[in-house]
Each structure stands twice: as structure tokens, then as C-alpha cells.
């Protein structure tokens, strides 16, 4: 089983809709939490950074943190074409390395 | 937020050819990364280094090599390529956490 779990999609949407993107964990010692969103052929760009469970919101996006549920998810509201890319979840324990998911690709269809 | 410069962007190059893939950022962090990424997979962890003249492998195995010999500065060798090395190679620095990421090099290796 790998640390990181993540639905690879893709996910098609239509513009507008809220997008709801999830990652699942197994490593109870994670502590940091990371969204990225990776254009084609570019490198990633980091969209949330996040240390405690609940909520943190940055314009449309939303990350949320369930340690509890080893579950992590982002929300994307309004989505606009401009955010088709692939989603990368990543995290790590305070000491480790980062462990990436293998990520989300998105398609928002105008 | 870092700026990570990474060249070249692409590079297409004969088997046997040594190459070195350049990485610079200018934020003076003392941590900087190389991953290796292929199409729809996970970032894998090839190299890192936490600071001047220290440099360490990383997860995946290698036939790459880096040197550190100023902050600013991160390299990687290959000494004489081969087809198995074609994909793309991310660079990234940080200081603490998060990692923030250069565009990439793509390389294919004929």
C-alpha cells in the first residue's frame, strides 16, 4: 500500500462547479499538508500549505485537514478553465521527506 | 515565494552524451531538490542537499550525480545517458517548509 493515495481521474466539470479534490493517507506521523497544481509540461506551483486540521481558505481554494480520517481534500469553487491542470497532494511527517501523490488531473470544460 | 531557474527546458540528446542539467534560485535557501517525475506518476525523490558541500541520495536510485558548491547552485550529472534516463527532472529549494519548484527540464534520450 503506498503512503499516499489519490484518484488519478480525470475529472471533467463544467465551469462553475465546485470541485472537490481528495487525498488519503496511512502515515498517522504526517503533519504538513500541501496542495500543488501542476500545468502540462510545467513544474509544480504550490496552491495550499496547512499543519493542523480544519479548514484554510485562499480565494477559491479550500484545504481541508481530518487527521482523524487520515484524509485530506481540496475544494475548488467557481472553477474556471484556467484551473485545468493536475493536482498534486503532498505531506510529510516534521522530520521526513515530502511523500507526493501521484495527482489529479482536472479538465474544466467552458 | 522562491524564484528556481532551470535549464535547459528541453533537451534531446544521443545515448552515451554527458549532460548536466543546471538549477539556481535566488532566494538563498539552504535546502534544495532534485525529482524525477514521469508521465502521470508520483515526484520520486533522486537527490537533496541541506546546505553547502552536502549532498545526499534519495529515495529512487540514481546513476545521477549533484554537487553543491555554492548556496545557490544545484547541478546534475549524468555521465553518460541512456535512454532509461528520458523523462523530466524537477528542481526545488525550501527553507523549512514548503518546497517550491523550478519549470523543469524534459529530457529524452535517444
Known amino acids: 500500500q503506498k503512503e499516499v493515495e489519490q484518484d488519478p481521474g480525470p475529472l471533467s466539470v463544467p465551469e462553475g462547479a465546485i470541485v472537490s479534490l481528495n487525498c488519503t493517507y496511512s502515515n498517522s506521523a504526517f503533519q504538513y499538508f500541501m496542495w500543488y497544481r501542476q500545468y502540462s509540461r510545467k513544474g509544480p506551483e504550490l496552491l495550499m500549505y496547512t499543519y493542523s486540521s480544519g479548514n484554510k481558505e485562499d480565494g477559491r481554494f479550500t484545504a481541508q485537514v481530518d487527521k482523524s480520517s487520515k484524509y485530506i481534500s481540496l475544494f475548488i469553487r467557481d472553477s474556471q478553465p484556467s484551473d485545468s491542470a493536475t493536482y498534486l497532494c503532498a505531506m510529510k511527517t516534521s522530520y521526513d521527506k515530502v511523500i507526493f501523490g501521484p495527482g489529479t488531473s482536472l479538465s474544466v470544460i467552458p | 515565494e522562491a524564484d528556481i531557474y532551470q535549464t535547459p527546458r528541453y533537451l534531446v540528446i544521443g545515448t552515451g552524451k554527458k549532460i548536466t542539467l543546471e538549477c539556481s534560485q535566488t532566494m538563498g535557501h539552504d535546502k534544495m531538490y532534485w525529482y524525477q517525475q514521469d508521465p502521470g506518476m508520483e515526484l520520486h525523490l533522486i537527490h537533496y542537499s541541506y546546505g553547502v558541500n552536502s549532498t545526499e541520495k534519495g529515495d529512487l536510485s540514481s546513476e545521477s550525480t549533484v554537487s553543491r558548491i555554492r548556496t545557490e547552485h544545484f547541478p546534475l550529472t549524468l555521465e553518460s545517458a541512456r535512454p532509461s534516463h528520458t523523462s523530466q527532472y524537477l528542481c526545488?529549494?525550501?527553507?523549512?517548509?514548503?518546497?517550491?519548484f523550478g519549470p523543469g527540464t524534459r529530457l529524452t534520450v535517444l
Open positions: 526545488a529549494s525550501s527553507e523549512g517548509d514548503p518546497q517550491y
